[in-house]
């Protein structure tokens, strides 16, 4: 009898995790998928500096500090001019809808 007790609250408490998980994770796939669709990766690697930081460090860089968040997505979200090289260009916009940006925001800053 106390065994199915404690067995039904550790069902109980691992579902909970699980929920709390879900929530707070992102959706790497959608997340991919509009780095693929705005051709971001012509000039971000994961991992590997190209044209531009990686999101990696990009990451290392911004992580933790206050409005990091907030940073990304008005770069990514209003005309902004990056420098390659000698020559300054228009960085990119992702086209989407809020929480799609913010969920790829969330994906880069967790690299
Ligand atoms: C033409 C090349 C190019 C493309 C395409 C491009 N970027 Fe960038 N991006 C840059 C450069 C250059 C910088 C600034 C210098 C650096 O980070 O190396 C930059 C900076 C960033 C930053 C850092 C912003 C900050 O304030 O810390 C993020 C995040 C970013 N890009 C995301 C993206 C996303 C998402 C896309 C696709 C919509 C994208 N970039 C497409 C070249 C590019």
Not at 77 to 92: A, L, R
Request: hydrophobic letters at 40%.
């Amino acid at each position: 009898m106390k065994t199915k007790v404690l067995l039904a609250s550790a069902v109980f408490m691992i579902s909970a995790f699980a929920a709390t998980g879900a929530q707070a994770g992102v959706d790497e796939a959608g997340a991919k998928n509009l780095l693929n669709e705005n051709g971001c990766l012509n000039c971000h690697d994961v991992t590997k500096t190209k044209t531009a930081r990686s999101y990696k460090k990009i990451a290392a860089e911004r992580k933790g500090k206050p409005g990091a968040e907030a940073a990304i997505i008005k770069h990514l979200t209003q005309p902004s001019t990056v420098k390659i090289g000698e020559d300054m260009v228009d960085h990119p916009q992702v086209e989407a809808d809020p929480a799609q940006v913010k969920n790829l925001v969330k994906w880069i800053l967790s690299r």
